[in-house]
């Protein structure tokens, strides 16, 4: 997850050994852990260029996964409004909160045996 610091620097996600790589950091509804703020921005950039390199591909993405308190901000982004329009989000909650990471599934066609 693409994340600030207190002073709005991207840094690095703080997942390590010691809290199972991210996996044990609670983010909260706004996206805050300490001084640590989920970069919504670069989330948003970062999908639209995920789209854009399937596309130059011939796949596309089939359903991004992100804890969904989380889409209001992520929408009101820049790419927000065609984040919104051109993917699909799943609406649920996942068995497993994703709140320090998300999912990109993508649709690749199989070739024929």
Known sequence: MPVTNAAG???PFPGGV??????DVELDSAGRFGEYRIDFAAL???LRALARAASAHHVAISLVIL?????PKL???EHGPWLRDSLRFMKKSA???HDEHYHVDFAVPCRPL
């Open 75 to 77: 929408f009101a982004t």
């Open 9 to 11: 620097e991207s840094v």
């Open 18 to 23: 010691t809290n199972r790589f991210g996996y």
């Open 44 to 46: 948003g950039a970062h």
């Open 67 to 71: 804890d969904s308190p989380y889409h």
């Open 95 to 97: 068995w497993v909160r």
